[in-house]
């Protein structure tokens, strides 16, 4: 793409003062404040119907266990309300042209059906809403309508429709439309609302589109999906955290009246408790990398399990023990004397006995074979790259790495930086990380943004 | 298990060494456990197959020389299978079995076949020659062959050779038989000693009382006859093709060299009779047993079949054309061809011979005597420990 011989003397361009960052977990959120915040406007382009991204999900966050939700509700609500932040929810990038210092992106937005700007939050349409579906924020642990809000403190703060669950969408219009006649405020709730497409022009692009948790499903031997109380994390993260579907209580997985698998307050609590590392990491027959977070999030679940149910008897399985970061070594030290049972030891399989799950595992710091009963299963499920990275990666002319990390310019010197100049990268997308250090990144890409538009330096032409 | 104290010295090329005898990626295990815990057959006091990679990463041959694990092994393969380092420690235990059976082997000849498939080949082809050359010189077919044919028309096979009667024919290679049955059975019961003397007698760490002996004594029975152990594993067609193998191979094995003078008689015997039906079993069973074992080899899947040592492919062809010489002659008889029946008999017994010599004592088909002794033995040590309570038996946590 040798665009400088039609520019002719503009071969040295000035750089477009707008970014746009894609994705808008808290990598996405932190970069999108700090470029805002120096002055320069941002597009900040998420998938969902909020930001957020994981980190809203979680009650609590390791290893200091500060309220997850103290720290990034403000973020998120301040990018709401930035007047320099254009937050595009709902919205994919389709089109990357141009080239560093002007990019031309095309962004399609898909309709919320419900209008931003008149929506009073009511959920008096949602009260009467027959659509439902399971809830992606509350990782399935719980049905949602069809018109919904991701939760309580979703940005924005507004109604949306999923078509997918919506009886008049699904019928073209034969049904339904209850929604419609319930809402208070006129012409808010459109049925008939169409995607658009945007066309904007940006000088830098931050990539922030984070992670999926491992399909637990794919290793049969640990019965996920089969045996209700097999959870993954992100499940248990739900449970644990007030604003869930069980009011913050540990509960069994119960059948409701329509034969949904869901959490309710009153499922009943267990007794055992049972976490398994390195579910889908470390793993040659899926992925072999090291997931990073999951044994610190472990130690956190145990953690708070105990917190919530003292009497319940806790226990890890573990192949090594990766606490790696400042305080996390004490955080484990702290959870073993808190009497939370870790076994060195990875867990073969489990079977359903009479409701009660048996775990056949190697203790191997004491040479002998434990067939363990639990109530619950925890599976320490592992990160992987989020949907769609292949041809985002295309799209925007950046290399992703054969397990579909974005490739770092230089693993030591240059992390955050990619190949194509403009482009940046940070929190999980470039490779599994907690929050601490996606956050450093984030600023970091953010830096790398301001410098490129502050220096007024010409960007070569990739 | 195994004594600690002697067993401590460390040979660093004892992971390339036992490359020969089988392949995997045993150097990385990373000890997570997955294998041990899935195995179906391991348990308190014999745990594998980690503990075998974790003794074979430290190179402590001589504790592995003395280990009992490999035997308790039947390769199903689960743990090779879910290996999240694709050490393949199912493999592991496959080769240690070949090298163990070296190992026992005091004429060293073992080795010699186990790391050389020419000096196998060499000396399959001198036995087979011994056998073609001693009936063509010594029981040449007699010059009135065509004449011996019964009332039904089929070949009376007694009869066939020059200057013995038919009853003396059976008799010689009864003879024959016995002569081998001693060679062999002398080599694998002294081989059986030498492990017993490794796996128990070395073993300073447990006393067994000589009442464990008795008591525990129809395990060994038991386990040769059922094969009750591979039962366990969760493939239950594998344990299934091996019994059909392992019968088949055992009821021809007693037939041929125990009830020769009533099988190999001058008659046609109905379809329905005993020997017939026994012959058509066993012949069953092993083709049956060879056609799976051939396509999966071939295909390398399951993970068991992956790799295949010189050692399996001579055993299975070894296998096939005994029993598909055995066919031809069966076919033959019946339909009174005398002189092919004459010389697919040699034939037959060309590679029957030294199949049985090489196979048995030196080779694969030893762990049918090594394998329920192992069980054996580990039930002696397991009792032993039981009867000191050493054994922690409650896991603390349930
Ligand atoms: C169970 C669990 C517990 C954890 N607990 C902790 C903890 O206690 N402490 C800690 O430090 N870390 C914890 N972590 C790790 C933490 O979740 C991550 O470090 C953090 O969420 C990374 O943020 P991110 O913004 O990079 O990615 P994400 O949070 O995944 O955000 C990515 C965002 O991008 C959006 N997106 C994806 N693709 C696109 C696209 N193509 N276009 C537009 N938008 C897109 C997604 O919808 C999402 O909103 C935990 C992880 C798990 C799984
Ligand atoms: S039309 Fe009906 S199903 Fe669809 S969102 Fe409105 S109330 Fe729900
Ligand atoms: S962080 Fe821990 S649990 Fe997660 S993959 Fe790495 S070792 Fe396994
Ligand atoms: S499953 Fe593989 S990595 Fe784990 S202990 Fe066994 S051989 Fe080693
Ligand atoms: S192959 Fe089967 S029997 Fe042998 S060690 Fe592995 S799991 Fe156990």
Redesign the pocket.
């Known amino acids: 793409m040798n665009s400088s011989s039609e520019n002719g003397n503009e071969f040295h361009q000035k750089v477009h003062p707008d970014t746009l960052v894609?994705?808008?977990?808290?990598?996405?959120?932190?970069a999108s404040l700090e470029i805002a915040n120096a002055g320069y406007k941002v597009y900040l382009?998420?998938?969902?119907g909020?930001?957020?991204?994981?980190?809203?999900?979680?009650d609590?966050?390791?290893?200091t266990?500060d309220c997850?939700a103290c720290i990034l509700t403000p973020k998120m609500v301040e990018v709401g309300q930035h007047s320099r932040i254009d937050l595009l929810t709902c919205?994919?990038?389709t089109e990357v042209n141009g080239y560093p210092g002007a990019f031309k992106v095309k962004i399609h937005k898909k309709a919320r059906f419900v209008d931003q700007q008149l929506c009073i939050g009511c959920g008096s349409c949602a009260a009467k809403c027959p659509g439902k579906a399971p809830s992606e924020f509350d990782s399935g642990t719980a049905l949602r309508k069809a018109i919904y809000i991701p939760f309580p403190q979703a940005v924005p703060n507004k109604y949306l429709i999923d078509p997918e669950s919506c009886l008049y969408m699904q019928t073209d219009g034969k049904k339904c439309g209850v929604c419609v006649k319930f809402c208070p405020v006129n012409d808010c709730i459109d049925l008939h609302a169409m995607d658009e497409e945007l066309n904007i022009e940006v000088g830098n692009i931050v990539i922030?589109?984070?992670?999926?948790?491992f399909d637990a499903k794919k290793v049969a031997r640990f019965g996920y999906g089969k045996f209700p109380n097999v959870l993954?994390?992100?499940e248990?993260?739900r449970l644990i955290n007030a604003g869930g579907p069980t009011e913050g209580k540990i509960t069994f997985r119960t059948k409701d009246k329509k034969g949904n698998w869901v959490f309710k307050p009153d499922g009943g609590a267990p007794d055992s408790v049972a976490i398994i590392h390195c579910v889908g990491s470390r793993d040659e027959n899926c992925n072999a990398y090291c997931?990073k977070?999951?044994c610190?999030?472990s130690l956190?679940?145990a953690h708070l399990v105990k917190e919530k149910l003292p009497a319940t008897a806790v226990y890890e399985y573990f192949i090594d023990m990766r606490a790696f970061g400042k305080g996390y070594e004490e955080f484990y030290q702290r959870i073993k004397k808190e009497g939370v049972h870790m076994i060195r030891g990875k867990t073969a399989k489990i079977e359903e006995i009479k409701g009660s799950l048996k775990l056949r595992s190697e203790d191997i710091l004491n040479n002998r074979i434990i067939e363990q009963l639990a109530d619950m299963v925890i599976l320490?499920?592992?990160?992987e790259p989020?949907?769609?990275?292949k041809?985002?990666s295309e799209m925007i002319g950046v290399e992703i790495d054969a397990n579909g990390w974005y490739k770092e310019l230089d693993s030591l010197l240059d992390p955050v930086g990619t190949a194509r100049q403009g482009v940046t990268i940070?929190?999980?997308?470039?490779g599994?990380?907690?929050?601490?250090?996606?956050v450093a990144?984030?600023s970091a890409a953010a830096a790398r943004v301001l410098q490129s538009i502050e220096s007024l330096k010409e960007v070569e032409f990739i | 298990m195994g004594g600690l104290t002697m067993n401590t010295r460390v040979n660093p090329d004892f992971e390339k060494e036992l490359q020969k005898y089988g392949k995997g990626n045993w150097n990385e295990c990373f000890h997570c456990g997955n294998c041990t815990a899935i195995c179906p057959l391991s348990e308190d006091g014999f745990l594998f197959p980690r503990n075998s990679i974790r003794t074979l990463q430290m190179g402590l041959e001589k504790k592995l020389e003395t280990s009992i694990e490999p035997w308790l092994c039947y390769y199903c393969g689960d743990c090779s299978e879910t290996c999240p380092r694709d050490a393949n420690p199912g493999e592991l235990m496959m080769a240690l079995r070949r090298y163990l059976t070296t190992r026992y082997d005091w004429t060293g000849l073992s080795k010699k076949f186990y790391t050389s498939a020419v000096w196998e080949y060499a000396a399959i082809a001198i036995i087979a020659l011994l056998v073609i050359v001693s009936f063509l010189v010594f029981l040449p077919l007699r010059p009135d062959a065509a004449l011996m044919v019964n009332e039904s028309g089929g070949v009376m096979i007694n009869s066939l050779v020059a200057g013995v009667s038919p009853d003396r024919f059976v008799t010689l290679i009864e003879y024959g038989d016995w002569l081998m049955a001693v060679i062999v059975g002398g080599l694998l019961i002294t081989n059986i000693f030498n492990m017993y003397y490794k796996t128990i007698i070395a073993d300073k760490t447990v006393k067994i009382p000589l009442s464990a002996y008795f008591k525990e004594f129809w395990q060994l029975i038991y386990n040769f006859v059922t094969q009750a152990s591979f039962s366990k594993c969760e493939k239950r067609s594998y344990w299934l093709g091996h019994l059909l193998l392992m019968t088949g191979y055992t009821i021809m094995f007693i037939i041929v060299v125990v009830f020769l003078p009533y099988f190999q008689i001058e008659e046609v015997v109905p379809v329905w009779h005993w020997q017939r039906l026994l012959g058509y079993y066993a012949t069953f069973g092993i083709l049956f047993f060879l056609g799976i074992v051939i396509f999966q080899r071939l295909r390398k899947n399951p993970i068991t079949m992956k790799f295949s040592h010189a050692s399996d492919w001579i055993f299975i062809i070894m296998l096939a054309l005994t029993t598909l010489t055995g066919i031809i002659l069966h076919i033959f008889r019946l339909a009174g061809m005398v002189e092919a029946t004459y010389y697919t008999y040699i034939i037959h017994l060309a590679v029957l011979v030294p199949m049985i010599v090489i196979e048995v004592p030196f080779s694969k088909w030893s762990h049918l005597a090594y394998r329920p002794f192992a069980i054996y033995f580990s039930k002696l040590k397991l009792a032993t420990l039981k009867e000191k309570s050493v054994r922690k038996l409650a896991p603390a946590i349930s």
Do not use: N, R, W
Not at chain 1, 60 to 63: G, L, M, R, S
């Open positions: 894609i994705g808008a977990g808290i990598a996405g959120i932190q382009v998420e998938k969902s909020t930001i957020g991204g994981h980190m809203a999900m979680f609590k966050t390791f290893p266990l997850a919205s994919e990038v922030a589109t984070g992670f999926k948790i993954t994390s992100l248990l993260e997931s977070v999951c610190m999030y956190k679940l320490a499920v592992g990160l989020s949907d769609g990275v041809q985002l940070a929190g999980v997308c470039q599994p990380k907690d929050i601490p250090d996606t990144q984030a």
